[in-house]
């Protein structure tokens, strides 16, 4: 099931660096999954997205990937700024009588230093 | 395009007293509208889904009659923390979807309330 902690994952990193954060699901009937950008004091502000039918999106600067056989998602993050700094949740969205709803990830902390 | 307006971004009450927080789809039609809670540091909760002309559903530990969802319009969902307590402190998130795209969800700028 869904796990929402009081201590998010952190992630620091220089910025010019490859950010990778990770996120596991726990529905196999997923079958849309969204990574959300969420800075401080501000609503969560979509990235990128893929469906279950695809194991890797590229946007610009960023690529997700699925393993579904893990459920397992990840987001890279090329050169990685002081602007990317903030918190990344992953989303699902399971299908059936659920298709809608998200259940979000329990976050990570990004911090990117110059 | 697709842009979610919440009002207001900030509110201070007194314990007891009720709040209403809305949300708006400025630029489209919005069937569905969700509701989130935030804690400090933690994930999204969603509380409820809002469809249009029809009660809300809310998901399981939330109590419908202390966050009453009115859904009116296609443009419009209110969210009412009805006597509220410093236990309910919390961001409240709002997120929209375009008719015919249940998958997309556009999120508003959260409120922040606080309850003394």
């Known amino acids: 099931g869904e796990s929402v902690g009081l201590h998010l994952p952190t992630l620091s990193v220089q910025e010019g660096d490859n950010s990778i954060i990770n996120c596991a699901y726990s529905?196999?009937?997923?079958?849309?999954f969204i990574w959300y950008k969420q800075e401080s004091g501000k609503g969560p502000q979509f990235i990128i997205d893929?469906?279950?039918?695809?194991d890797k999106r590229q946007g610009q600067r960023v690529t997700v990937l699925l393993n579904k056989t893990v459920k397992h998602l990840s987001l890279q993050i090329a050169a990685t700024q002081p602007g990317d700094s903030a918190v990344y949740f992953c989303a699902e969205n399971a299908g059936g009588t659920s298709y809608g709803k998200l259940t979000f990830g329990q976050g990570t902390i990004l911090t990117v230093h110059p | 395009g697709a842009v979610v307006s919440q009002h207001p971004s900030w509110v201070i009450c007194k314990s007891g007293t009720s709040v209403k927080i809305e949300c708006r789809s400025l630029d489209f039609q919005a069937t569905t509208m969700f509701w989130y809670r935030q804690f400090p540091k933690q994930s999204l909760m969603l509380m409820a889904t809002?469809?249009?002309?029809?009660?809300?559903?809310?998901e399981q530990g939330v109590e419908k009659d202390k966050f009453l969802i009115n859904h009116a319009s296609l443009t419009l969902s209110t969210l009412t923390v009805t006597s509220a307590h410093p236990e309910d402190s919390s961001f409240y998130i709002c997120?929209?979807?375009?008719?015919?795209?249940?998958?997309?969800?556009?999120f508003g700028p959260g409120t922040r309330l606080t309850v003394l």
């Open positions: 809002s469809n249009e002309g029809s009660k809300a559903t809310y």
């Open positions: 529905n196999s009937a997923s079958d849309y």
């Open positions: 893929i469906r279950s039918n695809m």
């Open positions: 997120s929209a979807t375009l008719r015919g795209r249940t998958d997309t969800q556009y």
